[in-house]
């Protein structure tokens, strides 16, 4: 996966990146890719790009990617800007956009080695907001999306207005300030899998800094105002018990959303990290995981017919928006003119009773 070696650029770890697997993005930041191949003896059927959460890291989903590939499914992850082993100032982003980006960029290189193949997304917590906005961005692109306690609802008792101001200010004003932690005891309720995770170096163990936390929430907003347009193929897990993500977010997507290929499992007990649950747990989520994929891996479902059709033939989203602004500055200026000609004529008609009054008035 690498397109550029470097013998001067150095991952956030002293690494250097001709060591590294990774693409440069359209910044110049080097970032670190992953990628997880089926055993020698089985066919490539499919292939998936994982997106991952918020101050975590790429290697964390090696146990979910092993029962992919044991399907024939090669899979691929990379560290988010400012993640694990990419490039960025740790936990940073200056616009949420860039990953959407990056993650469009690792899918089109995906699918230019893979042509043929379908391509899925998985997306968890943060990484969940991406893959929904990436999908949006080009839904021809994938063949389905699985979302695992993906952030797609803002918590509005943590996210008062008063915080949400607070946040804003600080994030223009010092977007490096941290202001809210993630406990990792909220991520799994097993006690292995927390201690992992607290002791994972790759991961980022501070707290989560101001611009970030503000651009995530953008990130979200963007979901949210996007949700009615959604067609494409998904799967939302959740977790009843989940401490840092709201399941009424699962829950709203699922029931707003105009897909007709729509499936919303919620585990009961169950933390954030699906995937990285108590054992017996964390393994039926991955089975139900693979089981949805290998289900569309042979079909093209009705809905990525549409989308595609859209994408060729119709209008994208953005261009309808933009004719219907244009409409509405058209009609917007018409408005003005009609209003301009009645004021005019409202002007010359009292010019012209003011003429026909001298008038009279010489006359006598």
Known sequence: MTD???????????????????FINADGNHIFTKCWEPPADVEMRALVLILHGISEHCGRYDPLAEVLVAKGIRTFAHDHLGHGQSEGARIDVTDFNIFIRDALQHAGMIKEKHP????FLIGHSMGGTIAILSMNKKPAEFAGCVLIAAATQINPAEATPF?????????YMMPQVGIVAIDPKWISRYPEEVEDYANDPLNYH????????????????NVFKSIDSIEWPVLILHGDKDHLVLLEGSKVMHEKIKSKDKTLKIYPEHFHALHREIPEDAEKVRQDILNWIEERIDRKPEVYCVAEK??????TTEEKESEKEKAEEETKEENEKEELKEETKEIKE????KDEALENENKE
Request: glycine content about 6%; proline content about 5%; hydrophobic content about 35%.
């Open 163 to 171: 915080r949400l101001f607070m946040a804003k200010a600080s994030a």
């Open 206 to 221: 501070g707290k989560v800094k101001a611009r970030i936390s503000v651009q995530v929430l953008k990130g979200i907003d």
């Open 4 to 22: 550029v070696k470097t013998k001067s650029a150095l991952s956030p770890q002293g690494k250097p990146y001709d060591e590294l697997s990774h």
């Open 116 to 119: 043929g193949l379908p391509l």
């Open 310 to 315: 859209e994408e060729t033939n119709e209008m």
């Open 350 to 353: 009292d010019e012209s009773v």
